[in-house]
């Protein structure tokens, strides 16, 4: 049996230029972190004495003889595609799925850990983000940028480089307290909207061409953000935050909705200098930065959502329980007592 535990991600700035087809053609970049809030992925061969070959639990249970009879895709597909017959997986995750935080990527990445576990191979966290971006984007057919699937397999304050080369991994370096004091006025609400990202990704994908001037800016406010965190400007990383969210409702309308527009304006009148929907959009979790003195207006403004604090992470996918298993395939075929 194998237990893996993987973060979730806040993408600050550069989400939408992680696209293959802007990348490829302009570079990308992203700034972005992981979280204390996580993914748990259990995985066992599932014992010979069942009228079943397969269980997967999630939001649903499903019970197969067959692994194309599974209806989550990720599960099915990676599964066919790392040769694993007979199992048992179990989802858990400390926050809803569809909430903008890169589940399904962080999903991806731990059952793929999972699995190499389960077959006693150690896997580097780079092979795991390429085998979860091949997953995802090429085998499930997903719309979407390939940032995620690296935020929860490496973990960390990073900006991530993308080009036709493939992509880079570079630390933010920062004091603790530069990072604690940006920890702290970093709040993150539940709006209670969950949606399918690729829905809104398909019109991102479509608006790349048409708004590839708003991309290359929000490709430029990464250098800014990462520069005001390195020189100790903590409140022009707040206020970057307003400018990227005012451009990514420019590149895709369905970003945002009017409840959500509600939400954000209140939080910017209660003293909020920034914040931005994460993900996709369309529902999920507002981030906004406020300085001490005015968190507790914000809070206030915003009575009626779910606040969630967090903390910032820096591990990564990480395999929390291993116990190895020895798989005999025929043994369905001749169960012993």
Partial sequence: ??????????????????????????????????????CYVTARHLPPFFDYTNCVSYAKIEKTTSIDEIQHPAVREAMKML?????????????????????????????????????????????????????????????????DQIAASFGGLNKISFSSDGYEIQPVIIGNETKKVLNDNLMLFFTGISRFSSDIQVEQERNIKEK?????????????AEKALIEGHIDDFGMLLDREWKLKREINRKVSNPVIDSYYNKAIDAG????????????????????????????????????IPFCFETGGTRVLYYVPEVYDPDSRKNPKA
Avoid at 84 to 111: K, N, Q, W
Avoid at 212 to 224: A, F, S, W, Y
Wanted: proline letters at 2%.
């Fill in 1 to 38: 049996m194998v237990i893996t535990q993987t973060p979730f991600r806040i993408s600050f700035f550069g989400g939408g230029t992680d696209f293959p087809e802007f990348y490829e053609k302009y570079g990308g970049q992203v700034l972005s972190t992981s979280i204390d809030k996580y």
């Fill in 83 to 147: 040769d694993m017959h007979e199992m048992m997986i179990l989802y858990d995750a400390d926050l809803p799925a569809r909430t903008g935080l890169g589940t399904s990527s962080s999903f991806a990445v731990g059952l793929l850990s999972a699995f190499h576990s389960l077959k006693g191979k150690y896997v580097d966290k780079r092979r795991l983000a390429d085998e979860a971006i091949y997953l995802e984007r090429s085998l499930c057919k997903e719309t979407g940028g390939i940032q």
């Fill in 212 to 224: 590839n001037q708003q991309l290359l800016i929000m490709k430029g406010l990464v250098d800014e």
């Fill in 272 to 307: 909020a200098l920034g914040g931005k929907l994460l993900g996709a959009g369309g529902g999920g979790f507002l981030l906004f930065y406020a300085s001490e003195e005015k968190r507790d207006k914000v809070r206030k403004a915003l009575s009626d959502l779910m606040e």
